[in-house]
């Protein structure tokens, strides 16, 4: 249904894919940032789930030069996956939360190989200003250029109770100024953030209404030494199960228009670390029961989303 596939939503991958003509992976860097919420600058602690390796996959060392780092991904991605072209992807922490100058000379170090075709810099709203997004923009005449924003709920009271150190019109100020540079963006939000069913369709009407890129969806899980952790522990959060979260997915994407991009629907990567939910492990599981609650359903991506 979607870029050629059987896939009744717009998977990034395959997006990719059709945009390149070859398969495109993304290759995870870590360039060494640090972010406000965590260094005492706003806050300090960070957000209640984030841990030590600030969402980071860990596949690389920041140890090596990000020129290496991109060599290592692209030997390990070609083999792997047959991979033939690559995005560089800023991935840990907020990747925007340096002086422009030095972001020049990390972003340009990670585009020298002749199969990088596009940049990717995860980072929080609360961490550009329009010297950032202007270097960013440069690229994108030349690059597939996007601008992840960890966002995770358009609710007030979630993002203070989670500590995420920025509010909602602070993500609104961030979006219209990286949109009006034609920065795409992809924004990142998650599950089971004690909100009700009806919130989280809030968050997806929102994202709808901005006309947004991309989205990347996550479920709250708790890991090894996260404040979240000692939530869980002390009971006082319950986790969705399995089953919850994949029709709270297919209810979301129903309101999402068919032209975003789906970035991530499941964990992967978090086993050694993760407390519960345990089933967050089983990416393929999730993402398999995903695919055959839209068949049940007749739906897709976009069935209620509204044309204005």
Not at 41 to 48: D, E, P, V
Not at 182 to 209: D, P, S, Y
Not at 256 to 285: C, Q, V
Request: aromatic share 12%; hydrophobic share 35%; with cysteine.
């Amino acid at each position: 249904m979607f870029n050629h596939t059987d896939k009744r939503y717009n998977q990034y991958s395959a997006h990719l894919k059709n945009k390149f003509g070859a398969k495109v992976y993304k290759i995870t860097l870590d360039a060494g940032f640090s972010c406000p919420n965590r260094d005492g600058t706003i806050s300090k602690g960070g957000c209640i789930f984030c841990d030590d390796g600030g969402s980071f996959s860990q596949a690389h060392s920041n140890q090596l030069s990000i020129e290496e780092q991109v060599l290592t991904g692209i030997d390990t991605l070609s083999k792997r996956f047959k991979a033939e072209k690559y995005m560089s992807y800023f991935q840990a922490y907020s990747n925007t939360y340096k002086p422009v100058k030095e972001l020049e000379k990390i972003y340009n170090s990670a585009l020298n190989h002749k199969d990088i075709v596009g940049i990717s810099i995860g980072t929080r709203p609360d961490c550009v200003d329009n010297e950032k997004l202007d270097l960013i923009a440069s690229y994108k005449d030349d690059y597939y250029t996007w601008i992840e924003y960890g966002l995770q709920s358009i609710h007030n009271k979630t993002l203070k109770k989670i500590n995420r150190g920025h509010d909602f019109n602070c993500f609104l100020k961030a979006y219209e100024q990286t949109k009006n540079r034609g920065i795409n963006v992809c924004v990142h939000v998650i599950f089971g953030l004690w909100e009700t069913h009806e919130e989280i369709m809030q968050t997806a009407r929102k994202l709808a209404e901005l006309g947004v890129d991309g989205v990347k969806i996550h479920m709250l899980c708790a890991l090894n030494d996260t404040k979240l952790a000692k939530i869980y522990e002390a009971g006082e959060i319950d986790f969705m199960s399995e089953d919850e979260y994949v029709n709270t997915v297919c209810d979301f994407l129903e309101y999402l228009p068919e032209k975003t991009t789906i970035h991530r629907l499941a964990g992967n990567g978090l086993k050694k670390n993760l407390i519960a939910p345990k089933w967050l492990g089983a990416k393929l599981d999730c993402l398999n029961k995903i695919d055959r609650e839209f068949i049940k359903r007749n739906s897709y991506q976009g069935l209620k989303f509204v044309y204005n």
